[in-house]
């Protein structure tokens, strides 16, 4: 989306302009100012759906830690007795039995890289806001740099200015 200057400019003005768009790379930061919501957008849809992921696996290993909460306080011995009488017992069998239950591992390794997961998602989308930010930056400098040139260049054209030594 080329910037159309007036048929009825002068040759030298009109490649002057170009210059100054090809040295500033207008076109290719207007290109990429454009593209960032989307990529934005995108990218939090990402986010959504990682963010989805790990509550998933997060309540997958929660049920299966309950299940094997549940099994321990139920439990009883030869004589009908609860074998796990005491909470510092029961902590210690839930710890013993999520270090070798494979339901269990395997819930813990899903929400590990969920985790992961979310982590490069989130960081990926705060990369693409912080390039946007200064890309937006860069361009606001590159409209304050060109408004100073046509400033300038406008101060060169009145007669009265063009006849003073100094300002």
């Known amino acids: 989306m080329a910037i159309q200057l007036p048929a009825n400019m002068h040759p030298n003005t009109v490649e002057a302009i170009n210059a100054l768009f090809t040295a500033y790379n207008t076109e290719n930061l207007r290109h990429s100012l454009m593209e960032y919501p989307r990529r934005i957008r995108e ?73 992961a997961e979310f982590n490069e998602a989130s960081d ?3 990369q693409l806001i912080d390039e946007y930010q200064s890309l937006r930056f860069a361009a606001r400098l590159v409209v304050a740099e060109l408004s100073m040139l046509s400033e300038l260049a406008a101060l060169e054209e009145i007669p009265e200015i063009q006849n003073k030594e100094a300002f």
């Open 124 to 126: 990926t989308l705060q």
């Open 43 to 115: 990218a939090r849809q990402a986010v959504n759906q990682a963010r989805k992921a790990l509550k998933d696996a997060e309540l997958e290993r929660a049920t299966i830690e309950a299940e094997l909460v549940l099994a321990i306080s139920t439990e009883t011995d030869e004589k009908g007795k609860t074998k796990y009488s005491n909470a510092e017992a029961r902590a210690a069998e839930l710890l013993r039995r999520k270090a070798s239950d494979p339901r269990y591992l395997e819930a813990d390794q899903k929400v590990s890289m969920a985790e």
